[in-house]
């Protein structure tokens, strides 16, 4: 007997007989929820059609209308009955337990609808024909990003940089504007005979007035008084 090519594993001749080998079959009950479902589609169907079972996401085609399901693990178990037969006196109705489960499938009703092609354009309402994004290569998305980017700018024409301008030209202007506006009102000021605390500084004692150099003194009857107290 030589040693096979998979690790664990033995080469042989032939192979043993099946009846040493013993087989069973084990048997899983699982319950159907099916909710808020008039009762009367239930008692009125006789056949069913159950899709998916071994996965997630089971469908229950009842009577026309289509289910989705969802496993659902107990906390404890479920004892299920079955209804017995009476050979004797068929009148008499009774069930006997018929299997324990600690498994149920919760279904919900949903409409199901034809998977379209993403290949085939898809025809919207304004008469434009557009893709499945599903379908489009990385350049061709990165391609209609920016068509997207370029109709938003377009919808917003005060957010559009104009050329020649810099990134917060706008913030830039108002500041320019309001410094503008301050430099005005001062202006006013001084043509009214008003004066800041740095153009006009008395000091007490000595009674010297200094002016500021940049700014002539406008005549006025404050001037002429003052030239009356010093004379």
């Keep these: 007997m030589s040693l096979g090519l998979i690790p664990g594993y033995e080469h042989v001749e032939q192979f043993d007989n099946d009846d040493e080998y013993e087989s069973g079959e084990e048997v899983e009950y699982v319950t159907l929820d099916l909710g808020n479902v008039e009762p009367t589609l239930v008692a009125q169907t006789s056949t ?34 079955a209804n017995g037969r009476d050979d004797a006196n068929p009148a008499h109705r009774f069930v006997v337990p018929h299997g324990v489960t600690s498994s149920r499938i919760r279904f919900s009703e949903v409409q199901v609808r034809p998977l379209q092609d993403p290949s085939v354009p898809i025809d919207s309402h304004d008469g434009t024909t557009t893709t499945d994004p599903a379908f489009l290569s990385a350049a061709q998305k990165q391609r209609m990003r920016r068509q997207e980017r370029a109709t938003k700018i377009f919808e917003r024409p005060e957010d559009q940089k104009g050329p020649g301008r810099r990134v917060g030209w706008r913030k830039n202007k108002k500041k320019k504007d309001e410094e ?19 153009a006009l500084d008395i000091e007490g004692d000595d009674d010297r007035m200094q002016v500021d150099a940049t700014r002539p003194p406008v005549a006025g009857p404050s001037n002429s008084r003052r030239s009356d107290d010093s004379e």
Aim: proline share 4%; no cysteine.
């Design 48 to 81: 069913y059609r159950l899709a998916g079972l071994d996965t997630p996401t089971p469908f229950l085609q009842l009577s026309g209308s289509t289910f989705k399901g969802e496993h659902t693990k107990l906390l404890g178990s479920e004892i299920l009955f």
């Design 180 to 198: 503008e506006e301050e430099n005005v009102e001062e202006e006013q000021g001084d043509e009214d005979g008003e004066y800041s605390e740095e």
